[in-house]
């Protein structure tokens, strides 16, 4: 083999991670006079600020100009940003529906910016408005790959629908950020959607291998001030009251109180500290069909948990087949809520280092758990161009079991700038666990070589877990096994009438233990691909097969015994534009499901009359007929809201699944009344369908919460 040629390689590779893109600037103005965050961009200093002109088109065409112009300007003082934006357009054709706070506004028109207030081209701010001012906002995640959508910052949006098409203010106090209070210059780009045209437009980083949130590829804004973040203290007060009743138990007042300090240390490093912690404003999770043998998951939505949830990223392609910080594990015990009495987190960057570290206690409740401590800790620090290497630990356990810890490092290689603009990661990552009650191999380690592109994603993983890795607040459905995956999928835009991109999927999946295989899977998407109008299509083909060692039951006196299976089944997809006022989407499953046969059928429905009024429909049915015997399984969600503006909503999310029988609604009404101040009123029912066709009541809550904070 010759190793130069390897070696040269590699050096290309690490000095092309070097580069930058950093080769376009914005001045940003000064806010003076009068203001009002209306929409209308009335002030005198707009005049007067530079502005960005125009934006470049990235899709359907890349690197064309955009179909109608957008003008950016951006201005500051020492306690704010604010950005005035033009977009041009024909009004009666603008693309809205939502007026909510973190809509899924992504099938809309949209305006998205991010800002990297470190420059380390890795992490960052994303924010986005739509025309009629809903709002949305997230964390970058995995180098720009991802966004965790699940922070909340404080800031707020005004927009205008105008002769010429819209407009939008967009106001963030620097109170809300981390940010090197060193620097006069902040990472900066923005990207435009125009959804009947499914056309984005972008400032920088013009290339369909990239997305907005890949901050090594934003420019820059400059002449920033001197940022005053004043003390730096934020306190939060709660004040809780909860009516409610179960089937078994008398009707309940509890009236409670919660407090929350964020401290910033400096600008870049903030401390939280939280007591007697509610989460009564929480939705309640979305019920799922369980086909397989191992747990389902289900995400954090808790507040406390989400704030600076990126740091706790770990590794590259570990997937849902291991998280080693689980924080649903703190607080929740097999459905039931545990009391987290106090916590407090640290989280915040100096230098190339980014760190972060939560710690909890827990109250006991009798029969179920005992009072714990658990916490975790992360570093990353930040080497070559856009790379990292770090390590994780986690302690304590939810069950008091002793000796219980984790610990493990990770490198990701990336390299946004190979072979003219390509993405390319390489992540190698180990973990060690340990507790009491464990016996065996408690290490896990793998490896993913990555190549996620827009015309061809090739990927590679290995990961191996050790038959007695099960980290007390982590999550492993599987243990005792070695997973192999390899995808592969080209994606071409042929130019031709109507059709404005191919998909050609694939992938093959093994997980094998020491002695056998246990799980293979095929995939293939022969037919897949989307219409200039929005529409999709697809036709897939999956061979599957499971050894399964010890039997299970998967429904109600429909139990899988021991043996090997081997099948194969087929998807029909259809998904229309979500640009229409009703859009949504069919899929059915059918084929073989070990020594039988399977339908699954989803309907998905979304009707949107008015932009203050939205309905989504679900609709899952299951039906299964092996030897064994036949089974149904049914989930109905539904999901109505009433966005009277971007800060007064009322939704009510309704479901029922015939495997629990349980008809719930939660009705939900957030008011936020003040930039720091929220109101929540909750009103949850559940009731039983029993053999007989009755129902009963199971129980009830009424939840109002006050939410209110103080900045100093």
Known sequence: ?????????????????????????LKAGRINGNYVLDGKLTEDFWKETDSIKTLTMVEPEENIPASHRTVIRIAAD????ILGIKCFDEPDKITAYSKARDARIFSEDYIKFVLDPFLDGRTGYIFAVNPFGARYDALVSNRGEDENKNWDGVWDAKTSITGFGWTAEIEIPVKTLSFNQHLKAWGFNIERKIQRLLEKDRWSGINRNYKVGQTKHAGRIINLPQFDYGLGTTLWFSAINTLGKTYASKFKNDIDASGEILQK??????ATVTVNTDFAETEVDTRKTNLTRFPLFFPEKRAFFLEGADIFDFGLGLGRDIIPFFSRKIGLYEGTEVPLKIGGKINGKVGNTNFGALVSRTGKVDSLVPDATMGAVRIKENIFGESSVGMIGTFGDPQGRNHSWLLGFDFTYQNSNVFNGNNFLVGIWGLFNNREDLQGDKSAYGIKIDYPNDLLDISLTLKKIGDAFDPSIGFVPRKGVTIYRIGADYTPRPGIPFIRQFFFESFFSLVRTDHDWQSYGLFFAPVHFLLESGDRFEFNIRPQGENIEEAFDIAENVKITKGKYNWVKYRLEFESASKRVVSGQATWWFGGFYNGHLHQLEFQLDLRPTNNFTIGLNFEDDIGSLPQGNFTKQIFRSRLALNFSPDLQLTNYLQYDNESRKLGTNLRLRWTYDKLGDLFIVYNHNINHFVNNRWQFESNQFIIKLRYGLWF
């Open 78 to 81: 020492e306690n704010k940003i």
């Open 265 to 270: 240390i400096t600008s870049d490093i903030n």
């Open 1 to 25: 083999m010759n190793y130069s040629i390897i070696f040269l390689f590699c050096f290309l590779l690490l000095s092309n991670s070097f580069t930058s893109a950093q080769n376009k600037i």
